[in-house]
């Protein structure tokens, strides 16, 4: 399912569980979706119905924590 099948305006951010590592945020910037129902869909049919939580929006204030997932979005870490 790639993402550019529901384009929209709204972020995509991915958070990112290792077991004993704690855990990544990753903000997909080159990718906006509509978040309606056949997006969440989607998601869920791919990686199972816990892996959406569309209730909480990402924290702006990740600061450092973002730059680390951008960072390794790149390739950089």
Do not use: C
């Not at 384009?7 to 004993?20: C, I, K, Q, Y």
Request: hydrophobic share 40%; net charge neutral.
């Amino acid at each position: 399912m790639p993402l550019s099948t529901h384009p929209g305006r709204a972020p995509v951010h991915v958070r990112l569980h290792r077991t004993g590592a704690g855990s990544v945020l990753l903000n997909l910037r080159p990718f906006r979706v509509t978040p309606e129902p056949a997006f969440y869909g989607d998601v869920k049919a791919l990686l199972g119905a816990v892996a959406i939580d569309q209730a909480r929006p990402p924290r702006p204030d990740l600061g450092a924590l973002e730059d680390e997932a951008d960072a390794w979005y790149r390739g950089e870490l």
